[in-house]
T-cell receptor, first 109, second 115 residues
Framework: GQNIDQPTEMTATEGAIVQINCTYQTSGFNGLFWYQQHAGEAPTFLSYNVLDGLEEKGRFSSFLSRSKGYSYLLLKELQMKDSASYLCAVIEGSYQLTFGKGTKLSVIP | IAGITQAPTSQILAAGRRMTLRCTQDMRHNAMYWYRQDLGLGLRLIHYSNTAGTTGKGEVPDGYSVSRANTDDFPLTLASAVPSQTSVYFC??????????????FGPGTRLTVL
């Protein structure tokens, strides 16, 4: 089984940088995903890490440390439209993802 | 059709009734999934199918059944609905063949209320 922890809520200011952390415990690891979910909508894919290090994609970056069971999602130059829930998910073994409970990010002016 | 579609968008159902939630994808993905999302509990896997003709149980399978007669369709059935099955249901699919990262694509969701 897996245990995935991430903060329940965060607030940040427009234009700032925010880091959303995710820790996990798993007996086998085949990759970690970050998804974005706006209220009332479906989750959409943001990033994927399987090796240690930083993956950058525009304003969003994701970091993974497999030895520490730790990942973070970094959002730069925050915009109001970034207000959403951010879901950390780990794939263990085969195809199934196990999701954390999500972090609700509120971006304020 | 583009991507994944789900039907109905929302439904109010009397307890004890049978209900089938429909899910169709046109991406020829081999793997499909059903999740429920509840406030404070996040997304939880109900059932999955790695390929047409096979299904498996996820974290919360009780009270639900699925079938996968072909690649495109993956219906979820509640045989006798109970109020605790009130939730938002998401269908997803992924291409899990070698060389792909197995990113899951989600449908728009079905909001189900059981009274």
């Amino acid at each position: 089984g897996q245990n995935i922890d991430q903060p329940t809520e965060m607030t940040a200011t427009e234009g700032a940088i925010v880091q959303i952390n995710c820790t996990y415990q798993t007996s086998g690891f085949n990759g970690l995903f970050w998804y974005q979910q706006h209220a009332g909508e479906a989750p959409t894919f943001l990033s994927y890490n399987v090796l240690d290090g930083l993956e950058e994609k525009g304003r969003f970056s994701s970091f993974l440390s497999r030895s520490k069971g730790y990942s973070y999602l970094l959002l730069k130059e925050l915009q109001m439209k970034d207000s959403a829930s951010y879901l950390c998910a780990v794939i263990e073994g085969s195809y199934q993802l196990t999701f954390g409970k999500g972090t609700k990010l509120s971006v304020i002016p | 059709i583009a991507g994944i579609t789900q039907a109905p968008t929302s439904q109010i159902l009397a307890a004890g009734r049978r209900m089938t939630l429909r899910c169709t994808q046109d991406m020829r993905h081999n793997a499909m999934y059903w999740y429920r999302q509840d406030l404070g509990l996040g997304l939880r896997l109900i059932h999955y199918s790695n390929t047409a003709g096979t299904t498996g149980k996820g974290e919360v399978p009780d009270g639900y059944s699925v079938s996968r007669a072909n690649t495109d369709d993956f219906p979820l059935t509640l045989a006798s609905a109970v109020p605790s099955q009130t939730s938002v249901y998401f269908c997803a699919s992924s291409d899990s063949d070698s060389g792909h990262i197995n990113e899951q694509f989600f449908g728009p969701g079905t909001r189900l209320t059981v009274l």
